[in-house]
Every structure is written in structure tokens, then in C-alpha cells.
């Protein structure tokens, strides 16, 4: 990025020279952070992200860590400064990052300004961005690939599954998504859910199912073949350890159950259930979990939902 000023006029104290449009496209992808596009975007210039926010005459404040573990605030004039420099948007820049905010149409309108700063602050972890599909992020990215981070859609279990290039990721503690070629059941499980309202009951059947696979219950031989097949395809993923497959790729691979058993406890009637509506439940259950039988003891979480008023 260069600017000219050698032949510019003065201009009054406290104003700066626009930054011109930038000449690279990088296009951001749908709920990617604001910092890994910022990222993304400095590196198509060989640049850091705070180098940019100079160029930008936006002015930074906190340590910018980088994605996953920091995100960045925009003020709506440092939003508008960057819509003018990617030339996108800013209705398509603040619909792609969530995290953007526009200006005002009061201030647009009378084109007067706030001023262009920029905060960093760390992600909590459990709301940390998942690593986006590679695919997609070179297709959006001139010249190199960056490696880019995105918020997991609000309605499902917290996952990315791109069902185009057959890349999945379930914790930011992968730094790149998983091959899931050899698990087709998680693109077909998705590829449902995106055609079907989101379950009412999507929490419980969650917390059921990591309940389940924590504690090798009910479907654990299953979980454990979808686990050895990840693992197999994806010789990256940590060795067992604080951050073992077993812990990191627990949400996808429980996904085609968590789903079957939200969408069975939506059609729950109201509680009470009689003896025989909680067996009809269960028999029915079993049946869609392609299961001999299911039979939960007390202390078994589905139990408790299905009893508990
Ligand atoms: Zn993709």
C-alpha cells in the first residue's frame, strides 16, 4: 500500500489525507471475525494488521494477538475508512463480520465523522472462531491463502462443516479443519439440517449426547469407529493429550445423533408423560438411532428430561 503526498496541499491541522482504495480484492467469508479478515486483508499486502490500521489512520489500542484467540472493535468510522479502502459495501462488510457495526445514517448522511480507533481484546475461549475451510478461503484471498476464522452458525451445536469441499472443525484449538471424506454421515447430517428449522430442543439433546459420549453410553462403539476414521484421515490432529481428538472432535463427531434426538424431543408432548408415551418415546428413539434397543437408567440425562417437570 503506498500513499502520495509530496505534491498534496496543505490541508487544516487534524485532517488526514483518505487512504485511496486498495487494488487487491479480499473478499471476506460469511461470520468470519473481524481479525482474521483484517489479517487476511493486511497479508495480501505483505503487511501485519496493525501496519494496515496505520495506513488506514485508524488508531489501535490493546496487543493484537492475532486469530483465534483476539478479536478487534471497529468504531463506524473505522468501519467506513475500511469499506472505502476494500472497496466493498459497508452493508456487505457489516453482513459478512458480524463483529462490524455501520455508521450511523445521521453521521453518512451529513458526512460528518467520529473518530477511526480500533480495540483488540481475547476471545473467552469457549467463544473462540473455528478454523474456516481452506477451499473456500483461497477462493476469497488474492495471490496467498491466510488461514481464516469463523463464528459457527447460532443454530446448530458449535461446529464448521463446509459440505462443498468436505472440511469440518469443532475446536480452535485445530488450526486448520479436518478431511471428513471418510465420515459422510456429518456432510449428510448437515446438508438435512440446513434444509429444516432449527430444534427447540437443540441444548438438551447436546448436553445429552456429550453426556453419552463422555461416558461411553448407548453409542460410544459407533462414536469410537467415527473417531478412529477422523483421526486416520487427519494426521494433524494433537496427539492424545489436554487436547486430544477425543475432546476436540467430540462435537462433530456426536453431530447426526445430536440432531436425531433434538428433533425427537421437539415432538414431545407436553410433561407429564405417562409410562406408556415415555416408552413409545424411547421405542421410537431407538429406531431412528438405528439402536436394538434404548434403555436409559436413572441417573441417565435423557431420563432426567423425559421425567423431570
Ligand atoms: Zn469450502
Do not use: K
Not at 130 to 154: E, G, M
Not at 204 to 223: E, F, G, K, M, V
Not at 233 to 252: E, K
Amino acid at each position: 500500500m503506498t500513499t502520495h503526498t509530496a505534491n498534496r496541499p496543505a490541508l487544516p491541522a487534524g485532517t488526514v489525507w483518505p487512504t485511496p482504495p486498495g487494488a487487491l480484492h479480499v473478499r471476506p467469508l460469511p461470520r468470519e471475525t473481524a481479525a482474521s479478515y483484517l489479517t487476511r486483508l493486511a497479508a495480501a499486502y505483505h503487511l501485519s494488521a496493525a501496519h494496515l490500521l496505520d495506513g488506514l489512520h485508524i488508531t489501535a489500542t490493546g496487543t493484537p494477538t492475532g486469530p483465534p484467540a483476539t478479536e478487534i472493535h471497529l468504531s463506524p468510522e473505522a468501519t467506513r475508512r475500511l469499506s472505502h479502502f476494500t472497496r466493498i459495501p459497508i452493508t456487505h462488510l457489516t453482513r459478512a463480520l458480524p463483529q462490524l457495526r455501520p455508521p450511523a445514517p445521521s453521521l453518512a448522511n451529513t458526512g460528518a465523522h467520529g473518530t477511526a480507533t480500533t480495540r483488540w481484546h481475547a476471545f473467552e475461549t469457549a467463544l473462540q472462531p473455528l478454523p474456516a475451510c481452506t477451499a473456500c478461503t483461497i477462493r476469497r484471498s488474492p495471490h496467498q491463502a491466510v488461514p481464516a476464522w469463523i463464528h459457527p452458525a447460532p443454530d446448530l451445536p458449535r461446529i464448521m462443516i463446509c459440505t462443498r469441499h468436505q472440511q469440518a472443525a469443532s475446536d480452535p484449538r485445530h488450526p486448520t479443519p479436518l478431511d471428513i471424506r471418510p465420515v459422510p454421515e456429518l456432510t449428510r447430517t448437515h446438508l438435512r439440517a440446513r434444509r429444516r428449522p432449527t430444534a427447540t430442543s437443540l441444548t438438551w439433546a447436546s448436553t445429552i449426547t456429550t453426556r453419552w459420549y463422555d461416558h461411553h453410553q448407548h453409542l460410544h462403539q459407533r462414536w469410537h469407529t467415527r473417531l478412529d476414521r477422523l483421526t486416520a484421515a487427519n494426521p494433524h490432529i494433537p496427539p492424545p493429550g489436554p487436547a486430544s481428538p477425543t475432546l476436540t472432535c467430540r462435537n462433530l463427531i456426536t453431530y447426526p445423533e445430536t440432531l436425531t434426538l433434538a428433533a425427537a424431543l421437539d415432538r414431545l408432548p407436553p410433561r407429564p408423560h405417562t409410562r406408556t408415551q415415555q416408552s413409545v418415546f424411547l421405542h421410537d428413539l431407538a429406531n431412528r438411532l438405528n439402536l436394538p434397543r434404548l434403555a436409559p437408567a436413572d441417573h441417565d440425562l435423557l431420563w432426567q428430561r423425559l421425567t423431570t417437570r
